[in-house]
């Protein structure tokens, strides 16, 4: 039937996008560097006189946003959607439920086992919730200070 083919057509076309769509939101919120949070992070840490980190540190697991070499501390900021946080913030669609769910879920998997490479590697893990970075910022920044201060003494 030449209706139903057409309909069909449309629809391929619908999904087509919807999937071009979700494969660029999910670069966007996977790879991209200097996110709105990862910046907040980076202004309160430059406020609070800490510095001398490396950011998006490709050779060590996960790409840790944020590293400080010689006290071993590497810390994540993590989009409440992408990594699923029970804020309100990360409802997973109803379009694609099970798509975006998975996503999520891998995303979760993923980061658990680089958070076990890098403590295996002797590297303190921080992970901070985008959420987090808004409402309690300077909570989040004396709280690496502090990790910071002890594992410096730590060095001979
Ligand atoms: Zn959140």
Redesign the pocket.
């Known amino acids: 039937m030449p209706g139903e083919a057409k309909l069909y057509g449309i629809n391929r076309l619908r999904e087509t996008l919807v999937v071009a769509e979700s494969t660029r939101r999910s670069m966007k919120g996977n790879k991209s560097r200097d996110t709105k949070p990862e910046i907040a992070l980076r202004k309160g840490l430059w406020s609070a006189g800490l510095r001398g980190y490396r950011k998006n540190v490709r050779k060590l697991p996960g790409t840790p946003d944020v590293v400080f070499g010689r006290a071993k501390l590497a810390i994540f900021v993590h989009g409440?959607f992408w990594h699923g946080?029970e804020?309100g913030?990360?409802r997973v669609p109803t379009q694609n439920r099970a798509f975006w769910a998975e996503k999520i879920r891998l995303n979760q998997e993923r980061h658990a086992a680089h958070e076990s490479a890098l403590l295996s590697k002797g590297y303190a893990v921080l992970t901070f919730?985008?959420?987090?970075l808004r409402r309690e910022q300077e909570a989040l920044i004396n709280r690496v200070a502090g990790i910071l201060r002890e594992r410096r003494q730590d060095k001979p």
Do not use: Q
């Not at 919730?129 to 987090?132: F, M, N, R, T």
């Open positions: 409440c946080h804020c913030r990360a919730w985008e959420c987090e």
